[in-house]
């Protein structure tokens, strides 16, 4: 029962939490028009964010070193999102060069 508890009520809090970002969200752009500043750094946020996000899914499985095949897949789809590369490409070039690499027994 208490793991059930905690599963509902983390729920309830990240409803809670996402209508309070919904309904703050336009109040909050208005006031960052303002600020080109503020603006720059939000958008670097984000980018540092999904870096963080991609080298994690790069170099990790589980606790373990993903191996060489992975890394230079995530690399390499990173390089071609950053060039503007549309999605769908990113993901099959990526995918390819990771299966390919395998394939030649790079771990």
Known sequence: MPELLTVVLAGLGLAVGTYAIRTTGGVAGELLESRPRVQALMEDGAVLVLASVM?????????????????????????????????????????ASAAGLRALGVA
């Open 55 to 95: 080298a994690t899914a790069a170099l990790t499985d589980g606790a373990a070193f993903a191996g060489y095949a992975r890394v230079a897949g995530v690399a390499l789809a990173g390089v071609l999102a950053w060039r503007g590369v549309p999605l769908p490409v990113v993901l099959v070039v990526a995918a």
